[in-house]
């Protein structure tokens, strides 16, 4: 166990809605970034965060956004849900940018 | 972006026999990092091999890194049933890791 938790495990939601995705980072680590993972395919990254800013950005549009806390946890917040959008969403923390990644087990979200 | 490109997509192989996967990048790296994951769970973090290093050992994992080739390969030696994953490598400059779309490695009992 790498000490990275998500939540929830699993989400169910209609196209259109809104969802917010929830990852406790392992203890020491001030990074956290956000990858999404379709069917058969490797993790896209989504963004990453460093002491609450954010720190890069891949390629997907502004609904998808994300937040870091002072404790270093962290949301992603995806709104006006489409049904691509489905799919294994994973955080990961490092103690440093392009250091070793912790993942934790990810949220598997299905778009109806 | 220093984006990892796995190589065979998929391998099958016997027990005991030896594993290796490919991977190429693109841009100059710090590192190039391999990972491995279960189906549908997390990304397990397997090696880490630095610019200036050309082979790594951890257990039964060994890594080469060729940095004039812009390509590392894994090495699973002895392979088990519980190898039976998917592997993924990614190289890391100052920017956010980018992942291939992996190896999935079978291996039969």
């Known amino acids: 166990e790498t000490g990275v938790t998500q939540s929830p495990t699993h989400l169910i939601k209609t196209r259109g809605q809104q969802v917010t995705l929830r990852c406790s980072s392992q203890?020491?680590?001030?990074?956290v970034s956000w990858y999404q993972q379709a069917l058969g395919q490797g993790p896209q990254f989504i963004f990453q965060?460093?002491?609450?800013?954010?720190?890069g950005r891949g390629n997907f549009p502004p609904r998808f956004s994300g937040l870091q806390f002072p404790n270093y946890s962290s949301e992603l917040n995806v709104n006006a849900l489409e049904l691509d959008d489905s799919a294994l969403y994973l955080c990961?923390?490092?103690?440093?940018?392009?250091?070793?990644?912790?993942f934790g087990p990810g949220t598997r979200l299905l778009v109806l | 972006s220093q984006q990892g490109e796995e190589d065979p997509q998929a391998l099958s192989i016997q027990e005991g026999e030896n594993a290796t996967m490919n991977c190429s990048y693109k841009t100059s790296i710090n590192n190039l990092q391999w990972y491995r994951q279960n189906s549908g769970r997390g990304l397990v973090h397997l090696i880490l091999i630095r610019s200036n290093e050309r082979e790594k050992h951890s257990g039964r994992l060994r890594v080469t890194l060729d940095t004039s080739k812009k390509s590392s390969s894994l090495l699973i030696t002895a392979s088990r049933a519980a190898d039976t994953a998917s592997y993924f490598c990614?190289?890391?400059?100052?920017?956010?890791?980018?992942f291939g779309k992996g190896t999935r490695l079978s291996v039969i009992a």
């Open positions: 203890s020491g680590h001030n990074t």
């Open positions: 990614a190289g890391s400059g100052n920017t956010p890791l980018v």
């Open positions: 990961a923390s490092s103690q440093y940018t392009g250091e070793t990644q912790y």
């Open positions: 965060y460093y002491r609450e800013e954010e720190n």
